[in-house]
C-alpha cells in the first residue's frame, strides 16, 4: 500500500507515524485514517489518528525547544534552512510521487511543487537575515514635554508556535510557506497536514528532520478533525495560525481561535477582464492556464471571464481550440487534466454544471465524467442567476459572462465575497492601471493569468479571500512581534549657543 520511494523511517507497517520530539512515533489510539487515491478512489495511504494527549505532547515540546531556538544565532538557523533545502530537492522523486498518488497532481507539476519549496526555503533563509537583523532606535523629542534623553531600541522577536494548516492543493509548498518563515524568525511549528497530502507533507517534514532542526521545534500530528482540530486551534499553546483552505473552515478558525495573529487564504473566484483591445491570443493562452492547469484546483485560479460582447466570440473560439489540446487522464501520464480530489468535490462540479445549463447557459463541450475525472468545459453566456457566476468550482469548468462595459465587468468581480486576485488584458496600460484601481481584490495582474508567485511577492485576499498578507517577507513579519527597549537619560544640563 505504501509504495516506492518513500522514506522507510517513517513508516510502521503500512502505515505512516506522526513526528514529535525528533522522533517518528505511532500514536497510541491505535486507529489510523485512510488517505484515498483520488484517480482510483480506493485507500492509497494509512496515518495515524493521533490524540489529544499527543497535540498535547507537540505543544510543550515545540514550547521548550522554541525557547533555545530563539537563542540560536540568525546565521544558524538560516544554515539550517538552506541545508533542508537542499535535501527536499535532493528528495524531489519521492516526495512527488506522493503528490500523485493522494492529490492526484501531474508527475511534471509535483516535481515542481517540490522544487519551488526547496527554493522558497532559501529565500526564506536570505530575507530572514536581512529583515531580522535590522532593528529601529527612535529618540524622544518629537513629542511636545519630552526632551532628548530617551532612545527606544525596537527589534523583532518570535511569537511562539506556529501552528501551520496547508490545505489538499499545495500540501507541501503551502506547509513550507509557513513553516519556513515562522522558523527563521525563531518559532517552533506544528503542522497539521491535510488528510489527502498528509503523505507527501509527512516526507516533506522528513527533509527538516535529515537537516538537523533540533528535536520537538518542528511535529507533524495527523488526525482526525473531529478529535484534534477545535483541540489545535483553540489550544493555549498556539500563539499563531497559519491557515489556508476553505472559507467556511477559515471564519470557524477565526471564531474559535483566541487573540493571537491568524493568517488565512481562503479561495477566491478570480475574474479575468478582456477589454476590446486586448491580444485575444495572450488572454486565451492565460485563460487556458489560469483556468485549467491542476484542473482548476487553485485559489488562484481563473475563475471567471468576464468578456466585453465585441470580442467574446472571436475569444471563446480560441479559448475552444486550445482546451480541446488538453490532455485527460492520470497524473501519472502527466495530463494536462486529472481527477479532481474527492467524489464529493465532483459532485458538486456537477451541480454547478447542470444548473448553468438548466438556466440556459451554453455549454461548448459536452459533460462528461469517469469517477473523479472530469472533462474541461467552457460555459458561456452565464448570468448572475446562475451559481457559477458567483460560486467558486475548484474544478475544470470556467464560465464565460459576457459584458457590455467594463464597469459591468467591474461590478461583478466587487459583488462576489471572494477577492483574492483579478486579471485584465488590454494593450492599454492607462486602462490597465484605472481598472486595476477600481477592481477590489488583493492582486490584479495585467495581461498575465492570477498566481501566487514569485514566493516573495506580497500575497493577500479581501473579504472572504483571508486575513493578513502572505509571501515571504509579510509572513516572516508576520511571524514576529516587536519588542522594545527604552534607555532613560539624565536630561541634558547644557545649553545650544
Ligand atoms: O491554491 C492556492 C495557492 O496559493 C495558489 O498558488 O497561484 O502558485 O497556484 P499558485
Not at 471564531?255 to 493571537?260: E, H, L, V
Not at 492547469?293 to 488562484?300: L, P, V
Request: charged share 20%; with cysteine.
Amino acid at each position: 500500500m505504501a509504495g516506492k520511494g518513500v522514506f522507510k523511517e517513517i513508516l510502521d507497517g503500512d502505515v505512516f507515524k506522526y513526528y514529535v520530539d525528533g522522533e517518528w512515533r505511532r500514536s497510541c489510539s491505535g486507529q489510523f485514517i485512510n488517505v484515498q487515491n483520488p484517480s482510483t478512489r480506493k485507500p492509497m495511504f494509512r496515518v495515524q489518528a493521533c490524540t489529544q494527549d499527543e497535540v498535547n505532547r507537540c505543544i510543550d515540546s515545540a514550547k521548550a525547544a522554541q525557547k533555545i531556538w530563539a537563542r540560536t544565532p540568525l546565521w544558524k538557523r538560516a544554515e539550517a534552512l538552506h541545508r533542508c533545502a537542499a535535501i527536499m530537492k535532493e528528495q524531489k522523486a519521492p516526495i512527488a510521487d506522493c503528490l500523485v498518488k493522494e492529490v492526484a497532481k501531474a508527475l511534471k507539476d509535483a516535481v515542481v511543487e517540490v522544487v519551488r519549496s526547496g527554493d522558497l526555503l532559501s529565500y526564506t533563509a536570505e530575507e530572514g537575515i536581512r529583515i531580522l537583523s535590522e532593528g529601529k532606535f527612535l529618540v524622544s523629542d518629537p513629542f511636545p514635554g519630552n526632551e532628548r534623553n530617551k532612545y527606544c531600541l525596537s527589534s523583532k522577536i518570535p511569537l511562539g508556535v506556529i501552528l501551520a494548516i496547508p490545505p489538499f492543493n499545495y500540501p507541501v509548498n503551502l506547509a513550507v510557506s509557513k513553516m519556513g518563515p515562522a522558523l527563521i524568525a525563531g518559532n517552533a511549528v506544528v503542522l497539521k497536514p491535510p488528510t489527502q497530502g498528509a503523505v507527501s507533507c509527512l516526507h516533506m517534514v522528513h527533509t527538516f528532520h535529515l537537516a538537523g532542526f533540533p528535536k520537538g521545534l518542528i511535529s507533524a500530528v495527523t488526525g482526525k478533525g473531529a478529535d484534534i482540530g477545535d483541540f489545535l486551534t483553540m489550544h493555549p499553546g498556539i500563539n499563531c495560525i497559519s491557515f489556508t483552505g476553505g472559507c467556511e473552515t477559515g471564519i470557524a478558525i477565526s471564531k474559535k481561535a483566541g487573540m493571537i495573529p491568524l493568517q488565512m487564504e481562503l479561495g477566491g473566484k478570480d475574474s479575468c477582464i478582456i477589454l476590446e483591445d486586448a491580444d485575444l491570443e495572450l488572454a486565451a493562452t492565460n485563460i487556458i492556464k489560469g483556468g485549467f492547469s491542476y484542473s482548476g484546483q487553485r485559489c488562484t485560479a481563473v475563475k471567471v471571464v468576464l468578456a466585453m460582447e465585441c470580442i467574446a466570440d472571436q475569444l471563446v473560439c480560441k479559448v475552444n481550440a486550445k482546451l480541446a489540446k488538453l490532455t485527460i487522464g492520470m497524473p501519472e501520464d502527466d495530463c494536462d487534466i486529472t481527477p479532481v480530489i474527492s467524489e464529493t468535490s465532483a459532485n458538486f462540479i456537477e451541480g454547478l454544471v447542470h444548473d448553468a445549463r438548466h438556466k440556459g447557459a451554453r455549454l461548448h463541450q459536452e459533460w462528461r465524467r469517469e469517477g473523479n475525472l472530469i472533462w474541461p468545459i467552457l460555459i458561456d453566456h452565464v448570468r448572475p442567476d446562475m451559481r457559477i457566476a458567483w460560486e467558486e468550482p475548484f474544478g475544470p469548468i470556467l464560465p464565460v459572462i459576457r459584458i457590455k462595459t467594463v464597469e459591468e465587468g467591474i461590478h461583478h468581480c466587487n459583488a462576489n465575497n471572494f477577492a483574492l486576485q483579478g486579471c485584465i488584458f488590454t494593450r492599454s496600460f492607462d486602462k490597465a492601471i484605472m481598472i486595476s484601481d477600481a477592481m477590489e481584490s488583493g492582486t490584479i495582474q495585467i495581461n498575465s493569468a492570477p498566481g501566487r508567485g514569485p514566493d516573495h511577492f506580497p500575497f493577500q485576499g479581501l473579504r472572504d479571500s483571508g486575513v493578513g498578507s502572505q509571501g515571504i517577507t509579510n509572513s516572516i513579519n508576520m511571524m514576529c512581534k516587536i519588542k522594545s527597549t527604552v534607555m532613560n537619560f539624565p536630561a541634558a544640563t547644557y545649553t545650544m549657543g
